[in-house]
């Protein structure tokens, strides 16, 4: 079994920052490439941003100089920095990841999700 767990989120005003962190743990091996992808209320899920287990990185090119994305691959964890936050950030962030898993080989998991209001 394996899970990953965001946290992070909650209430920033306009200009504000948050950091998210996605953390997986269960029967892994080890964690191949890592996302955010955000869902704002009415709208599609899409990509914030990747990152490979070697540090390659992909961002939507709207959020690129605002948010920023890293792992630390000894904790198995994923980072989302995110700075000068605005309103239309609004969103359910979800993190997701491909795992070599104990029992079942290379799987990919989706986090609960982590709500991010952006508001005065």
């Known amino acids: 079994q394996v899970q990953l767990v965001e946290s992070g989120g909650g209430l920033v005003q306009p200009g504000g920052s948050l950091r998210l962190s996605c953390a997986t743990s269960?029967?892994?091996?080890?964690?191949?490439?890592m996302g955010w992808y955000r869902q704002a209320p009415g709208k599609e899920r899409e990509l914030v941003a990747t990152?490979?287990?070697?540090?390659?990185?992909n961002y939507a090119d709207s959020l690129k100089g605002r948010f920023t994305i890293s792992r630390d691959n000894a904790k198995s964890t994923v980072f989302l920095q995110m700075n000068n936050l605005k309103p239309e950030d609004t969103a359910v962030y979800y993190c997701?990841?491909?795992?070599?898993?104990?029992?079942?080989?290379?799987?990919?998991?989706w986090g609960q999700g982590t709500q991010v209001t952006v508001s005065s």
């Open positions: 997701n990841a491909d795992v070599w898993t104990r029992q079942l080989g290379i799987l990919n998991y």
């Open positions: 990152i490979s287990s070697r540090g390659s990185t």
């Open positions: 269960g029967s892994l091996l080890s964690v191949n490439d």
